[in-house]
């Protein structure tokens, strides 16, 4: 059993962190983690360069993704943990995903570029190659160019969904991302299932139905989960017996979010190795 902070949910620059993978371990060192999780949205292309540097940390990985799923205009993200990456399901819906978030990203900033001096040059300028886009992207675009002090200025004006520049991007159900990550043999765990406004929020309706179809675990302590929610959440996970995770969500300078400033208790991360059978975790 792993002691010492366990902290599930983190992003490198293969997504919208801005640290390299490599750098991500350098800081979870730093930081005094015993496990860490790399979940890039829609992505694995992070794991390989984590395991290398993890080798001679101590530090045990969690390989992960965060998985992009929808219910209307509500964005619900579901994590993944150690399935197999080469699972064909996988692949293809992954990479649907990114190419989808590609086009909508364009799309985005060209409605964004009739108004401001902003570019598809200027967002690409702040992804590494091949990085799954969002708006945060944009967002960098944005603060590169004056237009905005920091990102969560830009999540707050121009890229908020009621600005009038906001597209959604195609996702699956997040029936069919549990679906997904259980038949690539990992387990399935709804992120920041209760936070504020239709950002990763999900109808009380809907959880059990995910419950149902197989949902592992719940992401409770989290810093964007409201305190309502999370004593709901707890009662949940209390009835269906399911995993309980914390972690930081951690986007390197893309957040305030700090490594290890929530985390999970070894048992619950025992639950989700003993029941993986896609991928095991890395022990550096
Ligand atoms: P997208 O999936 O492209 O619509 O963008 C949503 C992503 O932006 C999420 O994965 C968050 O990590 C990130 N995000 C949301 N709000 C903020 C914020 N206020 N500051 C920085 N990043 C944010
Ligand atoms: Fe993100
Ligand atoms: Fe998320
Ligand atoms: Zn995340």
Do not use: C
Not at 259 to 274: A, F, K, S, V, Y
């Amino acid at each position: 059993m792993i002691t010492g902070p366990i902290d599930l949910h983190t992003h490198s620059s293969v997504s919208d962190g801005t640290e390299a993978p490599a750098d991500l371990i350098a800081s979870a060192v730093t930081a005094g983690l015993a496990a860490v999780a790399l979940t890039d949205h829609d992505s694995t292309s992070g794991w390989d360069e984590a395991r290398a540097a993890i080798v001679g940390t101590g530090l045990t990985l969690i390989p992960g993704m965060e998985l992009s799923t929808r219910v209307g205009y509500n964005s619900v993200h579901m994590l993944g943990y150690l399935f197999d990456p080469a699972s064909p399901e996988l692949v293809e819906e992954t990479t649907r995903l990114r190419n989808d978030r590609l086009h909508r990203a364009e799309r985005m900033v060209t409605r964004i570029g009739a108004d401001y001096d902003i570019d598809w040059g200027d967002v690409l300028a702040q992804a590494s190659e091949g990085a799954t886009l969002g708006r945060p992207h944009i967002a960098d675009a944005l603060v590169a160019k004056g237009y905005a002090r920091d990102r969560s200025a830009a999540f707050a004006g121009i890229l908020h969904w009621r600005s009038g520049y906001y597209e959604p991007h195609e996702a699956p159900s997040p029936l069919l991302g549990i679906r997904i990550i259980r038949a690539a043999g990992g387990v399935p765990v709804l992120a920041h299932p209760a936070t504020r406004g239709r950002e990763a929020n999900l109808p009380q309706s809907h959880l059990l139905e995910l419950v149902e179809a197989g949902l592992g675990g719940v992401e409770i302590s989290h810093r964007d989960n409201t305190e309502g929610g999370k004593q709901t959440l707890r009662a949940l996970a209390d009835q269906y017996d399911l995993i309980v995770t914390g972690s930081s969500d951690y986007h390197g300078e893309g957040k305030p979010n700090r490594l290890g400033e929530n985390t999970t208790e070894p048992e619950q991360l025992e639950r989700i190795i003993d029941r993986a059978t896609g991928s095991a975790p890395f022990v550096g």
